[in-house]
């Protein structure tokens, strides 16, 4: 099964009878023309899954969907999937995204952001990636950073190391992020050597994780810091 069907099975066993009528006009309507169309759909859908949305839903992580839903409600995961279905040549499908994510509203950026995966032309969505990334707003560097699997696929060494960075100083659930091993690297591990003497040097909490991403290249002074550290053994080892 198509990843989008499996998405849309999930979305529609969650809704009324008459929330489910609605999705399938709103289906009809962006097919024949998402641009006329798309963006009164997008913003009243609050309104429109009112009985619905505020239910979470998870999904069987499988590498062929290019999303993972973990406790999304259902107002993220139907606008997630209407994005999907989005068709259009590069430049006005660029274009009118962009639209989007400019004039939307915190919850809506977040659906955009949690999108960014299954946008098409994927690689222009980089710099998006990145302005998200930067920005202050919690739902939106979480939605990029937890569960996405953008970042990890896209994003240059620098870039995915800032990003890494970032989300420990601003406190996101770190094994969340997809592709952490796969894409760790030694210039990373000596940035957050870096921090980690910051931390010590203020004597304030060093993040367990942080180890687990530079325990192959400590410094001496950074395996002192460790051993003074109440750290598991235990969880070295497993990563």
């Known amino acids: 099964m198509e990843w989008k069907e499996q998405v849309r099975n999930t979305l529609f066993e969650l809704l009324t009878t008459e929330e489910k009528s609605y999705l399938e ?6 097919a024949d023309n998402y641009t006329t169309s798309f963006v009164k759909i997008f913003s009243s859908l609050s309104r429109k899954l009112n009985t619905s949305k505020d239910k979470t839903v998870s999904m069987v992580q499988e590498d062929s969907n290019p999303l993972i ?3 999304w409600t ?5 606008r997630v999937y209407l ?12 274009t009118f995204i962009e639209k989007l ?12 952001y949690s999108a960014l995966n299954i946008f098409q032309f994927p690689r222009i969505w980089i710099d998006r990636c990145q302005e998200g990334i930067r920005n202050n707003i919690g ?6 950073m937890e569960q996405n699997k953008f970042p990890a696929t896209y994003l240059n ?8 960075l970032k989300s420990f100083f601003t406190g996101k659930d770190i094994k969340k992020i997809y592709g952490l091993y796969d894409r760790n690297n030694i210039h990373l591990a000596n940035s957050i050597v870096d921090y ?3 931390r010590d040097s203020a004597n304030r909490e060093i993040h367990p994780m942080l180890w687990v991403l530079a325990k192959d290249h400590l410094p001496p002074r950074a395996k002192e810091i460790l051993k003074q550290q109440n750290v598991s053994p235990e969880l070295l080892e497993k990563n």
Do not use: H, K
Request: net charge negative; hydrophobic share 45%; with cysteine.
């Open 25 to 30: 006009e709103c289906e009809r309507t962006i």
């Open 69 to 71: 839903v973990e406790n």
């Open 74 to 78: 259902v107002l993220r995961l139907a």
């Open 83 to 94: 994005l999907s279905l989005i068709e259009d040549q590069q430049e006005p499908y660029f």
């Open 101 to 112: 994510f400019n004039y939307a509203d915190m919850q809506e950026q977040e659906a955009l």
């Open 139 to 144: 739902l939106v560097q979480g939605a990029i």
């Open 157 to 164: 060494e620098e870039a995915w190391n800032q990003m890494i």
């Open 196 to 198: 980690i003497y910051e």
